[in-house]
């Protein structure tokens, strides 16, 4: 049974770098997509991007310009960076797999973090 | 991007009703397009994808239906465990998107 966890730092000030670690347990992280996908409090879902094992990446293009998706297969990790974060960046971050086997849906997800971006 | 609009935003039913929510596409989505259900404090499930394929383990109960640009996700008889907020996805085309959520309350 594949399994995810996110870690990091639950608070970053605002203008700084938020990031994220997701451990990968119980598969490897060497086939599928694995992504990043945040939920404001109380609001939807807004899909970040993803990462092949390879380091190929997309990026939702509202963020690529802040966004960086990096890949240790040594570790079974992969890892989030946001830069020049602002209150609008307050949300509960997963990370997730995307299954292409079944048409790129995400079929396991962490439990999510809460980052909170304070002033 | 593409848009999804998810109808309606509430709804409030009773254990034993029948449940229809509606997910439409800003174009043409073909059949990519997966449901989640998510509980308070939880990730979302994965429940249907490619529009109507039931993902492992999730009851009969659940079903999908829909292509192009108008999808639907029925409960054939509500249980107690259902009350939870849904998801539809696009997976046609990168950004993914999800749409606003229906929030499925108790009567």
């Known amino acids: 049974q594949v399994q995810l966890q996110e870690s990091g730092p639950g608070l970053v000030k605002a203008s700084e770098t938020l990031s994220l670690t997701c451990t990968v347990s119980g598969g490897s992280i060497s086939t599928y997509y694995w992504s990043w996908i945040r939920q404001p409090p109380g609001k939807g879902l807004e899909w970040i991007g993803y990462?092949?094992?390879?380091?190929?990446?997309n990026y939702n293009p509202s963020l690529k310009s802040r966004v960086t998706i990096s890949v240790d297969t040594s570790k079974n990790q992969f890892s989030l960076k946001l830069s020049s974060v602002t209150a609008a960046d307050t949300a509960v971050y997963y990370c997730?797999?995307?299954?292409?086997?079944?048409?790129?849906?995400?079929?396991?997800w962490g439990q999510g973090t809460l980052v909170t971006v304070s002033s | 991007d593409i848009q999804l609009t998810q109808s309606p935003s509430f709804l409030s039913a009773s254990v034993g009703d029948r449940v229809t929510i509606t997910c439409r596409a800003s174009q043409g989505i073909s059949s990519y397009l997966a449901w989640y259900q998510q509980k308070p404090g939880k990730a979302p499930k994965l429940l249907i994808y490619t529009a109507s394929t039931l993902q492992s383990g999730v009851p009969s109960r659940f079903s999908g239906s829909g292509s192009g640009t108008e999808f639907t996700l029925t409960i054939s008889s509500l249980q107690p465990e259902d009350f939870a907020t849904y998801y539809c996805?696009?997976?046609?085309?990168?950004?993914?998107?999800f749409g606003q959520g229906t929030k499925v309350e108790i009567k």
């Open positions: 997730a797999r995307e299954n292409y086997d079944s048409s790129g849906s995400i079929d396991y």
């Open positions: 996805q696009q997976l046609n085309s990168y950004p993914l998107t």
């Open positions: 990462i092949y094992y390879s380091g190929g990446t």
